[in-house]
T-cell receptor
Framework: AQSVAQPEDQVNVAEGNPLTVKCTYSVSGNPYLFWYVQYPNRGLQFLLKYITGDNLVKGSYGFEAEFNKSQTSFHLKKPSALVSDSALYFCAVRALYNDYKLSFGAGTTVTVRA | GAVVSQHPSWVICKSGTSVKIECRSLDFQATTMFWYRQFPKQSLMLMATSNEGSKATYEQGVEKDKFLINHASLTLSTLTVTSAHPEDSSFYIC?????????????FGNGTRLTVT
């Protein structure tokens, strides 16, 4: 079975400071990893993905994530957070290569204070 | 590209009535669609997987007779909440998989806020 853990319910940072949202995963075989962001009363927006290749992937809105196979982690990062980055962030994994289903983490609420 | 339109955005209905929610892929063909339910500040709970032209596959604990899913075409899936009750009030989200392959993200609708009075 595949699963994702987001150990922090909330992350609070000051605007301009680095932002990190943690994610660890558990799958059999190689994972397909995704990060999504959700604003209030909206659906999920895709930020970035890791499939294969370079462990550091860059995505939308200045976000990036680092895949670490030995630690089974895929942490989301942004060098300089903005107030507008305040939202709910989800990490997701897909492991079965004949199934589109994603397993989501519990979500991390990010609050960036001005 | 890859836009998923979900309607309505919000709906209020009386207890005992049925509500239909539509999920459309506007610029791609969606071979598979998913329906989720989300409680405030919580993760998405997968309700069912919908494949065009076949019966939906429901997750354990989801009442298939209460949450009717139809995927009649490659661009449209519908979720009907039958005989709705206040406990069915929630945020419902759909997502769609295109034809890009398994290394591609799912595309999400903007969700439907259902309130049953």
């Amino acid at each position: 079975a595949q699963s994702v853990a987001q150990p922090e319910d909330q992350v609070n940072v000051a605007e301009g400071n680095p932002l990190t949202v943690k994610c660890t995963y558990s799958v059999s075989g190689n994972p397909y990893l995704f990060w999504y962001v959700q604003y209030p009363n909206r659906g999920l927006q895709f930020l970035l993905k890791y499939i294969t290749g370079d462990n550091l992937v860059k995505g939308s809105y200045g976000f990036e994530a680092e895949f670490n196979k030995s630690q089974t982690s895929f942490h989301l990062k942004k060098p300089s957070a903005l107030v507008s980055d305040s939202a709910l962030y989800f990490c997701a994994v897909r492991a079965l290569y004949n199934d589109y289903k994603l397993s989501f983490g519990a979500g991390t609420t990010v609050t960036v204070r001005a | 590209g890859a836009v998923v339109s979900q309607h309505p955005s919000w709906v209020i209905c009386k207890s005992g009535t049925s509500v239909k929610i539509e999920c459309r892929s506007l610029d791609f063909q969606a071979t598979t669609m998913f329906w989720y339910r989300q409680f405030p500040k919580q993760s998405l709970m997968l309700m069912a997987t919908s494949n065009e032209g076949s019966k939906a596959t429901y997750e354990q604990g989801v009442e298939k007779d209460k949450f009717l899913i139809n995927h009649a075409s490659l661009t449209l899936s519908t979720l009907t909440v039958t005989s709705a009750h206040p406990e069915d009030s929630s945020f419902y989200i759909c997502s769609a998989a295109g034809t890009e392959g398994y290394n591609s993200p799912l595309h999400f609708g903007n969700g439907t806020r259902l309130t049953v009075t």
